[in-house]
């Protein structure tokens, strides 16, 4: 079954074969997988290639089968460079896009009175690194308003600027809902005043297209699991060529670093000065497949449907009473939130386990407070996030328990 999705590029309808989308994706068969915002299910090439690998640890020794798939590992950064449109000596790969993060975060050399600029929407892991920051140095960090529509405001950050900014740090889709930040719009900004600009872009990589020159930003961060459908335990960050010498990495190993005196080490020049030595090459294998697997389907096309998906999504659960969609922005994303009246989004995401659905419930302890608090939003909400493998029946099949669990209060 081949379905129709706008594709804007070549400004015609494309042919999207959910059929094959499905027959890739073992997990498909189990269940209703709702929650790509959190984790994707892996499809077959990705499962494939990791196991295969794992095997010939077994087989041959993991030193010597790392020898061996030299290629398939160095292949990883090239494609993702090629997903996000910069050169492989720019990417570091790491086990989670906290580190990522943390590793480009923790580099920069802050002192105090230095203003830290972020949004309501920051991911709860950068805020709390970015308080630890400011009590370590005295840098202060300064929450800049949304404007109407819920977004950062653009006015209001420009208005902010001064040349006591370090740091502008922007998620671009947070784990609250399927706003989407004008990223492209910060990025003139910091680019214009010569402020550093790190995207948490966790979302959002591998759901729609994402260019880092487009964006303008410095450094990028992303995980694996979740829209790139790569085995747990991955991810990359991305730092412009230009601001790499000048940001020296919390910790170094000899992956990082060279001891060349018995005084003195040298930094590696590229990104992969934020890696370790020693990782988990089995996911990285399955990574690398993942990216290019993602190439395959185009990420233009990808983001077609995925908003297609979640707009029916969102249209047909708005018709059931008791339902409020919560997700704010002018573009909104696969990241469906809403609440039901009178229902814990934790007791909902458990009703729903039961009929083989995959949510989460989001609140407090793991997502954005700023952006709970000033909704309102304490008790948290339930987020159904889908995917291009997901289907129309999938949707009616989801919206069928969720008025089931309505009619029971
Ligand atoms: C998931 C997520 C993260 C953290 O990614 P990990 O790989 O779990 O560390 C950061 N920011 C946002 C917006 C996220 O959704």
């Not at 892991?125 to 400011?134: E, G, V």
């Not at 300064?142 to 977004?151: A, C, K, L």
């Not at 386990?353 to 304490?378: K, Y």
Request: negative net charge; glycine residues 6%.
């Amino acid at each position: 079954m081949f379905i129709l999705v706008f594709d804007k590029d070549k400004g015609k309808m494309m042919l999207f074969d959910i059929q094959r989308a499905r027959r890739d994706t073992p997990g498909c068969a189990n269940i209703v997988h709702f929650d790509n915002a959190g984790y994707s299910l892996m499809p077959q090439p990705v499962l494939d290639a990791a196991t295969s690998y794992l095997q010939l640890e077994a087989q041959i020794g993991s030193y010597r089968a790392y020898i061996r798939s030299y290629e398939a590992i160095e292949h990883l950064y090239s494609s993702i460079a090629k997903l996000i449109g910069c050169s492989h000596d720019e990417i570091a790969i790491l086990e989670n896009a906290t580190l990522a993060w943390d590793m480009a975060f923790y580099s920069i050399p802050f002192r105090a009175g230095d203003r830290i600029l972020i949004g309501t929407t920051e991911y709860i892991n950068n805020y709390m690194a970015i308080l630890q920051m400011t009590r370590k140095t005295g840098a202060i960090v300064e929450v800049i308003p949304d404007d109407d529509y819920g977004q950062i405001s653009v006015e209001a950050l420009r208005n902010s600027l001064d040349e006591r900014v370090k740091l502008i740090a922007i998620t671009h889709t947070a784990n609250t809902g399927g706003l989407v930040n004008p990223i492209e719009e910060v990025g003139k900004v910091a680019r214009e005043a010569g402020i550093l600009y790190i995207v948490d872009a966790c979302q959002s990589v591998g759901q729609m297209p994402i260019d880092v020159n487009t964006i303008g930003c410095d450094m990028l961060a992303t995980p694996g699991r979740k829209y790139l459908r790569a085995p747990r335990g991955t991810s990359f960050l991305y730092v412009r060529r230009e601001v790499l010498e000048h940001l020296e990495p919390p910790f170094l190993d000899t992956e990082a670093a060279t001891l060349v005196t018995r005084n003195c080490y040298e930094v590696r020049s590229d990104a992969r000065r934020f890696e370790n030595w020693e990782a988990n090459i089995a996911a990285r294998i399955g990574f690398a497949v993942a990216v290019d697997y993602t190439l395959q389907w185009e990420v233009e096309k990808i983001w077609q449907r995925v908003k297609q998906l979640s707009s029916q999504l969102r249209t047909q659960l708005r018709q059931l009473p008791g339902v409020t969609i919560q997700d704010r922005g002018i573009i909104q994303n696969g990241l469906v939130t809403f609440t039901l009246e009178g229902q814990e989004p934790e007791e909902i995401k458990r009703q729903l386990a039961e009929q083989n659905i995959n949510v989460s419930a989001v609140g407090l302890h793991n997502t954005s407070r700023l952006d709970l608090e000033s909704r309102g939003l304490l008790s948290g909400m339930v987020r159904a996030s889908v995917h291009y493998y997901n289907t129309e029946e999938e949707i009616e099949y989801f919206c069928a328990k969720i008025a089931e669990i309505l009619a029971k209060r």
